[in-house]
Nanobody, 123 residues
Framework: QVQLVESGGGLVQPGESLRLSCAAS????????MGWFRQAPGKEREIVAS???????YYTDSVKGRFTISRDNAKNTVYLQMNSLKPEDTANYYC?????????????????WGQGTQVTVSS
């Protein structure tokens, strides 16, 4: 049974940082493309960042230069380091496993999802 468990969310002020973690089990983590998505109230879910099994990364434009995705295959964990957080980053963040890519750009969501972790950026 595949499980993805996110952690690290919370309430921070604008300009502060958070690091999200997603611990995976029940799958061959090292060969999976992994991603972080987010969904704010009243908005559609959007991809934030992704990292392929070969460590190619992708970022949506609004987080480029502020967020960094990484993975530790020894720990079956993917991370999202979020710096210079803005109120518009407020959302529930979800880990996803099994994305597909075309020319290093994610083109479809994976089959497996975590339960989400809330990030709130507010003064």
């Amino acid at each position: 049974q595949v499980q993805l468990v996110e952690s690290g969310g919370g309430l921070v002020q604008p300009g502060e940082s958070l690091r999200l973690s997603c611990a995976a089990s029940g799958l061959s983590f090292s060969i999976y493309n992994m991603g972080w998505f987010r969904q704010a109230p009243g908005k559609e879910r959007e991809i934030v960042a992704s990292i392929s099994w070969s460590r190619r990364t992708y970022y949506t434009d609004s987080v480029k230069g502020r967020f960094t995705i990484s993975r530790d295959n020894a720990k079956n964990t993917v991370y999202l380091q979020m710096n210079s957080l803005k109120p518009e980053d407020t959302a529930n963040y979800y880990c996803n496993a099994g994305l597909t890519f075309t020319n290093s750009v994610p083109t479809s969501e994976g089959k497996y999802w975590g339960q989400g972790t809330q990030v709130t950026v507010s003064s």
